[in-house]
């Protein structure tokens, strides 16, 4: 049976926008280790589900999806959204 992990996607470190982080995301956690490719070098499976990102407006709804497919799954609950306030002037103290 494969297994998930629900989370809510973080905001992107190199951006100030907060472009679907609202959004909640299943994707396959795989149990089997990573192979080396021999000409490239390169770590990979022969599992393709762990390639399957899922997304979803709910959290809610990811995990009656894990439900109704027979998915086990952790939710990773979302961190919580702290606010800097600070005045302009404070960039040049």
Known sequence: MPHARIFQRPK???QSGKHRTDAWQ???VSD???NADPLTGWAGGAETDEQVRLLFPTREAAIAYA????VT???TPSPE???KL???A???K
């Open 90 to 92: 404070d960039n040049f």
């Open 26 to 28: 299943l994707e396959f």
């Open 32 to 34: 089997a280790p990573k």
């Open 81 to 83: 959204k702290t606010l």
């Open 67 to 70: 439900d109704r497919e027979g």
């Open 73 to 75: 799954y952790t939710v």
């Open 12 to 14: 992107n470190a190199t």
């Open 86 to 88: 600070q005045a302009y």
